[in-house]
């Protein structure tokens, strides 16, 4: 299978034959609704090519992997139950939609931007998409550079009520989960002229 | 079933182990997903169709034994 027609090959041709599950570090659209699955009928693939890993098992496996014509889907439902047969309907419809993206996400917490070692609560920000809100505010043309941000209070933030107002208008889709002292709920809105309103951390409001 | 649900299109099956899809069938969908757990009916014909619907812009989403050649299936897509 040549690498213009396949994102990874198998040298050696053979199977794992061993259950293992997906330690959620894919960061595209093929994992999109998502959050974890287990396999054991896996193919022994490297990539080649210009192919693109996008999520590995516990054993360092590939999990998916797409290249510019199509996608690579190692994931099999086993039959016995527990959700597999619909992620991986995901994965396929996921994959039918249209060539993998990964959003740009702006992670900006009014707390530590070091995430701790190990902690799997979703993907870790990368350079260049951490900002600590403690300390600085992102500008409207920052924010326009990202699909979307991430944030949440743990401290002060370094001007709540214009961050809150960038927020509120400056983004078309945005999500705030707060720890304390604020409630704590995940929200998530569209563009809205709504201001902040108070309190510890920007505020939003539902569509 | 659940991947029409979730992408409110129309998913149809073909058993690759009794028939390989024409150039014309593949043309009218835009994805094909395939994986091996028998012999394909012929897996060079079937490999060369699909090389052909992705050049022509198809997607192609292959799965599980597609790159398997330890044991009797093999179904390299040339």
Not at chain 1, 30 to 49: E, K, S, T
Not at chain 1, 156 to 185: E, H, M, N, Q
Not at chain 2, 34 to 55: H, K, Q
């Amino acid at each position: 299978m040549t690498a213009g027609y396949s994102p990874v090959t198998s040298p050696g041709g053979a199977n794992h034959y061993s259950l293992s599950a997906y330690v959620g570090d894919g960061t595209t659209s093929l994992h999109a609704g998502v959050l974890a699955y287990d396999c054991q009928f896996r193919d022994i693939l490297v990539l080649q090519g210009a192919g693109v890993a996008d999520g590995h098992y516990a054993d360092g496996e590939i999990a998916l992997a797409y290249g510019p014509t199509g996608a690579w889907c190692t994931s099999t439902e086993r039959g016995r139950g527990g959700g597999r047969h619909r992620r991986l309907a995901q994965i396929i419809a996921n994959a039918a939609s249209g060539i993998p993206t990964a959003p740009a996400v702006l992670y900006a917490p009014s707390w530590t931007t070091t995430r701790r070692t190990g902690r799997r609560s979703g993907p870790t920000p990368r350079a260049g998409q951490l900002l600590d809100a403690r300390t600085g505010t992102p500008s409207a043309a920052l924010l326009a550079t990202y699909d979307g941000v991430y944030t949440h209070s743990g401290q002060v933030y370094s001007a709540r009520v214009l961050f809150g107002d960038l927020l509120a208008t400056s983004w078309t889709r945005a999500t705030r989960s707060c720890s304390a002292p604020a409630p704590c709920t995940t929200i998530s809105w569209r563009a809205s002229t709504t201001r902040s309103a108070g309190g510890s951390a920007p505020r939003g409001t539902r569509p | 079933m659940a991947i029409a649900a979730l992408t409110g299109g129309t998913v149809d099956y073909f058993d690759a182990r009794v028939g390989t899809p024409t150039a014309p069938q593949l043309a009218a969908y835009q994805a094909v997903y395939t994986y091996a757990n028998g012999a394909y009916s012929d897996l060079v014909l079937f490999g060369d169709r699909l090389a052909d619907y992705v050049d022509a812009g198809g997607k192609v989403i292959l799965s599980v034994f597609c790159t398997y050649t330890s044991g009797i299936i093999s179904a390299a897509a040339s």
